[in-house]
């Protein structure tokens, strides 16, 4: 029975996961990372944040994978946040995430939250919402899964992680990392 309850309990991660992460002028600040990247996905999120957290409140690091629905995804967001300042958008250094201006484009009241065209960096827009975080924030990065690896390292984790090459590869429509090596598509024996 211990062991079944204790199996539950763990979760995988980045499935509204939860660290404690220590700001710049010591406080202790929340963290919750959560893969949730599909509309479907970010309300069952805002709901889960509600659930747990009904008056703490939160600031939202967000970035897309380019073939989800934009807008409704960001629309999701803005309606659990007061003020669009509360969001930071990012963009992932990966072929299938999606462009700020996508993601500015698809819903235009995301152009008043916190991002920087010349700097897209998760690490950035991490490390801004935990600075501006005020006392009883919570600091929830969430959305593809391609940004969750630098998010986990922005926030102090220490993991192993894939090569460059193999995170260029990975998503590429590349079934063998040899094909990036020719100008023409290898033919599959198979």
């Not at 029975?1 to 010591?26: H, W």
């Not at 599909?38 to 999120?45: C, G, S």
């Not at 990065?141 to 922005?154: H, W």
Request: glycine share 4%.
């Amino acid at each position: 029975q211990d062991v079944l309850r204790r199996a539950l309990a763990i979760r995988p991660p980045c499935r509204f996961e939860e660290k404690i992460v220590t700001g710049k002028t010591g406080k202790e600040i929340k963290v919750i990372l959560d893969v949730a990247h599909n509309p479907a996905a970010m309300e069952h999120l805002v709901q889960k944040l509600a659930d747990s957290y009904p008056d703490r409140p939160v600031r939202i690091v967000a970035g897309f994978s380019r073939d989800k629905d934009l807008a409704v995804c960001g629309n999701t967001l803005l309606s659990y946040v007061s003020d669009p300042k509360q969001i930071h958008l990012v963009e992932a250094a990966h072929p299938r995430a999606a462009k700020l201006e996508d993601m500015l484009e698809a819903e235009p009241l995301l152009r008043e939250s916190n991002f920087e065209e010349s700097d897209r960096s998760i690490t950035t827009q991490v490390k801004l919402a935990i600075d501006t975080a005020e006392e009883d924030d919570i600091i929830v990065i969430c959305g593809s899964v391609f940004l969750m690896a630098e998010a986990r390292e922005a926030i102090g984790i220490d993991e192993p992680r894939d090569s460059k090459y193999i995170a260029e590869v990975a998503g590429a429509n590349l079934r063998h990392g040899q094909e990036n090596f020719a100008d023409k598509v290898v033919e599959s024996n198979n």
